[in-house]
């Protein structure tokens, strides 16, 4: 009787546990694993395939049909366009906020903040293209803002997302702007707080409000959709930099 429940119990858990591919904005590349980690502690039968990219281009493949079953995306614009067009499920809900950081491979006196952009010694600065990225537009509006974004128009290095602006701000560019959210994975632990990163005042942009949205209905994915909306994950998203809407 005990083997036959056994095998009762294993069936269930191959009929219930099948794949999500979950469309994932490159700032939360850092959190994501972690993210996945606690998810796998309730539903240890799912498996939770992760694209990553900019939202811009998330939001182009779904579009054009590509099967994800659910979209974190930067900014609330690109779910909010998904869920106009009844391609998303549900309306867009903000799951995290995200802030902007300057990143330098070298150290740096932060003293300045964002005014240290127009120093004579930086000749090129990473940022994220704000045609694809919404980290790239907050850092555009935090420049107008401060008002130094037309005389540093020459230094700009584009990423195509945050991940790549990153990448960028340690190796072809003198300094970046990036996630704050992306200093807090082990990767980035050698990079030290007003030694080679500063957060970026952020009375000079827009909060990010970060958006979810179903794109197709399925338990398991309404799943994910309510994990990433618990306590359980705002924790993980607190311990990487982002603020809690």
Do not use: C
Not at 28 to 46: M, Q
Not at 141 to 163: D, H, W
Not at 207 to 227: R, S, T, W
Request: glycine share 4%.
């Amino acid at each position: 009787m005990k083997k036959i429940l056994t095998l009762l119990l294993l069936s269930i858990s191959v009929v219930y546990g099948g794949t999500i591919s979950i469309a994932v904005a490159a700032n939360v590349s850092y959190a994501i694993d972690d993210l996945k980690k606690e998810f796998k502690k309730t539903h240890p039968n799912t498996k939770v395939r992760v694209i990553l990219g900019s939202s811009g281009k998330l939001t182009a493949q779904i579009k054009h049909g590509a099967p994800y079953d659910l979209f974190m995306s930067a900014n609330m614009k690109h779910p909010k366009a998904l869920y106009r067009e009844k391609i998303a499920l549900t309306e867009p809900v903000v799951y995290a906020l995200g802030s902007l950081a300057l990143l330098s491979n070298k150290n740096r006196d932060f003293s300045n903040g964002i005014y240290l952009l127009q120093s004579k010694k930086i000749y090129k600065i990473a940022i994220a293209n704000p045609k694809t990225a919404p980290y790239g537009i907050a850092a555009m509006e935090a420049l107008t803002n401060a008002k130094i974004k037309k005389s540093l128009r020459s230094k700009f290095v584009y990423g195509e997302s945050i991940s790549q602006t990153v990448s960028y701000a340690v190796t072809a560019a003198d300094i970046g702007i990036i996630a704050k959210s992306s200093l807090y994975s082990k990767n980035m632990s050698r990079y030290k707080k007003n030694i080679n990163w500063v957060a970026i005042d952020a009375k000079l942009y827009t909060p990010i409000k970060q958006g979810i949205v179903m794109l197709k209905e399925d338990k398991e994915v309404k799943a994910f959709y309510d994990f990433i909306l618990s306590a359980d994950a705002k924790k993980i998203f607190k311990e990487y930099g982002y603020l809690l809407p």
